[in-house]
C-alpha cells in the first residue's frame, strides 16, 4: 500500500470544554497525498432536518461514491452535505488521453462568458481536467479504485474533522445564547411566581367591594361562605402553580440537553414546543397585566430560542 501523509487545516476558535452541541452549519477541506497522487476533499454543510447529500467525484473516484457517502454518513448526524473530491494523479499513475474536443468545447464556452462578464480570469486547465470524460481513461486509466480509496478515506476524515471543529465551534456560541435565553425565561417565571398568589388576593378584593357595592343599593347582605366560595372558584381556574413547575422542569431538561450527544438539535426542538405550551396556558389562565408582560417576554426568548435551534445537529 502507498505510504500516505494528511494534511490537516486547523480552524480557528474551538468550543469550551465540555461543549458537544454543533450547529449544522459549516465547511471542512481535507487532502491526502500519496505515491498514486493527491487527493483533496471539501465538505459543506447547512441546515437541513436529516441528513441529505450532493456528491461531486470525478471519474477516477467515480466508482467510490458509494464507499465515500457511507463514511461521511458514518460520521455526521444532520445537515445538507455538498462533498466534493478532487483526485491529481502523480506522473505516470494514470494512464490515458485527453478528450481534446470536449476540453476545448468547454474552453471556448467559458472563454464567451468570460468575455461577456468583461473579466480577465484565467481559466484553469486542470479544473478543466476534472470534468468528467475530459480523460479517456480507457480501463479506469490502469488504477483500481481499491487503491485510491484509502487516500481518500483519510482525506474525507480529515475534511469531516476539520467541518466538526467548525460546527462545534459555531455551536458553542449558540449554545451561549440559548443559555442566555433560558436565563429569561427562568427570570420572568420566578417573576410570575412572585406575583400569581397576589392575582387571586387582588380578585378577592375587587369582587368584594363590586358584590357588597351592588347590594348596599338594594338592602342586601353577602354572606362570606358565598364570597368565599366564589374566590375559590376563580383561584382553582387560575392557578398556574403546575405551569410553572414545568416550565422549570423543561427548563433543565433544555439545559442537559445542549450537552447531549444524541440528536440534541432534535430534543431542543421538543422541548422548546413545551416550553411555548405551558407559557401559552399560564398566559390565558392568569388575568394579570404583569403576568401577561412577561408571558410576552417568555414568548419573545422562546421564538428566538426557536430560530437558533433549527441550525443545531
Known sequence: MAE??????????????GMVVRSMTGQGVGRAEGELGSIAVELRSVNHRGLRFSIRLGDLLGPL?????????????R??????A????????????????????????LHRIRESLMTNDPINLASLLQIPGAIDLGDRGGLDPDEIWPLLRKATLVAVENLD?????????????????????DTHREQIGQLAPTVVEQYRDRLETKVRRFLETRGL??????????????????????????LASHLKMFEAALVDTDAAGRKLDFIIQELFRETNTIGSKAADAKIAASVVEIKCAIERMR?????IE
Open 86 to 109: 478532487r483526485f491529481i494523479p502523480a506522473a505516470g499513475a494514470v494512464s490515458g488521453s485527453i478528450n481534446a474536443p470536449l476540453v476545448l468545447a468547454y474552453a471556448n464556452e
Open 221 to 246: 347582605e353577602i354572606g362570606p361562605i358565598d364570597l368565599l366560595r366564589e374566590v375559590q372558584v376563580y383561584a382553582d381556574r387560575s392557578d398556574i402553580s403546575e405551569e410553572l413547575t414545568r
Open 65 to 77: 461514491e458509494g464507499r465515500f457517502e457511507q463514511l461521511i454518513r458514518g460520521e455526521l448526524k
Open 79 to 84: 445537515g445538507s452535505i455538498q462533498a466534493s
Open 4 to 17: 500516505m501523509k494528511a494534511e490537516t487545516m486547523p480552524p480557528t476558535g474551538m468550543p469550551p470544554t
Open 307 to 311: 430560530e437558533l435551534v433549527q441550525n
Open 165 to 185: 471543529a467548525m460546527r462545534a465551534t459555531e455551536g458553542a456560541t449558540m449554545a451561549a445564547v440559548l443559555r442566555d435565553e433560558a436565563r429569561t425565561i
